[in-house]
C-alpha cells in the first residue's frame, strides 16, 4: 500500500524561520547570517565591523560554537551584547537552526538593537540549507583557502547576499588569485556584492561598513 | 553532515503518516525527492537512516530517492534552462538576473507500507 505524503523534509526548520522573521520585524532588528568554513576570520571581522559601528549603531551577537566561550569573549570587548550557543548540547550540529536563534534573541533582547549578527557554525555546507529568519546572508572566504570553493559549494554563494574575501593581507605571501574567485563567485551567483579587505589590517573594510549600514538603514529606518 | 538531522525528520514524518488503524507496520521503502543542490549526501543519508530505523516500522526500509535536477530561470530575458555544473550565470544575455526554479528539494513524496499479514 502507497500513502502519499509530499513532504518538505526541513518544513519544521522552515515554520521556525517564518516566526524568527515575524519577531524580528516587530522588534525593528536587521537581522545578518555570517557563514564561512572555520577560521576564514568570521569573529575577527566582527570585532573590527563592532568597534566601527558602535554605539552609532546598536549591535547584538549571537555566536555559534561547537563547544567553547571564546569567540564570545572575544566580541563582548567592544561593548556589544553577546550570547553564544554551544551546540554540542543539542548533538554538536554543524549549524544554527532557527528555534535555537530565536530562544538566544529573546535571551539577549532585541528591543534596543538595530543590528543583530548571528555568527554560524564554521561550515560551508549545512548553514546554507537552513533558515533561521535572517534578512541579509553573508558567507566569508579568506584567501588561504583557495581559488576553487565558491565552485566547490556553489549552494552557500547562491545562498548569499553579499560575500567577503577576508585575509587580504596575505596575498603578497601566497600564490592566491583575487581575481579567479571572485570570478569564480561571480560564475555561482552573478550579481553577488563582494567585499574584499583585511579584518587584520583594516584595509578595505569601509566599503562593507557602508553596505552593512545601508541595509540596516533601509529595514529599520534607524 | 547534518544527514542525521535529515534522517531523524524522515522518521518522524513517515510515522505520523502510517494510518493509526494499521496493526504492525513495516515499510519497505521511502520515496524521496532531493535535489541536486541540497547538501544532502546520499550514502551518509542512507547510513544514518538505517540506525536510527534498528527495531522501528522503518527496519529495513529502502530510501529511494528521486534526484531533482537544477532548473533556473533569467528574470531579464525570460529563458529557462537545466543547469550541470555550478554557473549560474545567464548564457542568453550574459548579464542576467537568474533565479533557482529546483534542485533544492529535500521532500518526502510517499511511502510503501508492506501488505498486512494474515494469520
Ligand atoms: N592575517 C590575517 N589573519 C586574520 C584575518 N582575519 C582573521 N585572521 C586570523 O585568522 C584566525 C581565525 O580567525 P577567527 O576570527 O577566529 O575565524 P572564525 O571564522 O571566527 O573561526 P571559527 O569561529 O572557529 O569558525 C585568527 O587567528 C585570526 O587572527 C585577516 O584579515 N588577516
Ligand atoms: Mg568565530
Ligand atoms: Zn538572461
Known sequence: MEINIQKKVLEANDTEADINRTFFKDQNVFVL??????GSGKTQILCKTLAKLMPHVRVGVIVG???????????????AKVTQINTDQFGGDCHLAANLIIESA????????DLLIVENIGNLVCP???DI????RAVVLSVTEGEDKPLKYPLMFRVA????????????????????????????HPHLPVFEFSAKTEEGLEPWLDWLKIKVFEKTGK | MHEMGIAQQLVQIAIDSIPRDIENPKVEKLNLRIGRLASVVEHSLTFCFEIITK??????????????PVTVHCKSCD????????????????????????????????LELADELKI
Not at chain 1, 560554537?65 to 561593548?79: E, P, Q, S
Not at chain 1, 529568519?133 to 541579509?136: I, N, R, S, V
Not at chain 1, 567577503?164 to 560564475?187: G, S
Open chain 1, 33 to 38: 547570517n555570517m557563514m564561512s568554513s572555520p
Open chain 1, 65 to 79: 560554537d561547537i563547544c567553547t566561550t571564546n569567540d564570545a569573549d572575544r566580541l563582548k570587548v567592544t561593548g
Open chain 1, 106 to 113: 529573546k535571551q539577549l533582547g532585541c528591543e534596543d538593537l
Open chain 1, 128 to 130: 546554507a540549507e537552513f
Open chain 1, 133 to 136: 529568519g535572517e534578512d541579509a
Open chain 1, 161 to 188: 547576499d553579499v560575500a567577503i574575501l577576508n585575509k587580504i593581507d596575505l596575498l603578497p605571501y601566497l600564490d592566491f588569485d583575487a581575481k579567479l574567485v571572485v570570478d569564480n563567485m561571480k560564475q555561482v
Open chain 2, 55 to 68: 527495531d522501528t516500522p522503518l527496519e529495513n526500509a529502502r530510501l529511494d530517492i528521486d534526484v531533482v
Open chain 2, 79 to 110: 529563458n529557462g534552462w537545466e543547469v550541470t555544473g555550478p554557473v549560474f550565470k545567464c548564457p542568453f544575455c550574459e548579464d542576467g538576473d537568474v533565479e533557482m526554479l529546483t534542485g533544492r528539494e529535500i521532500e518526502i513524496t510517499s
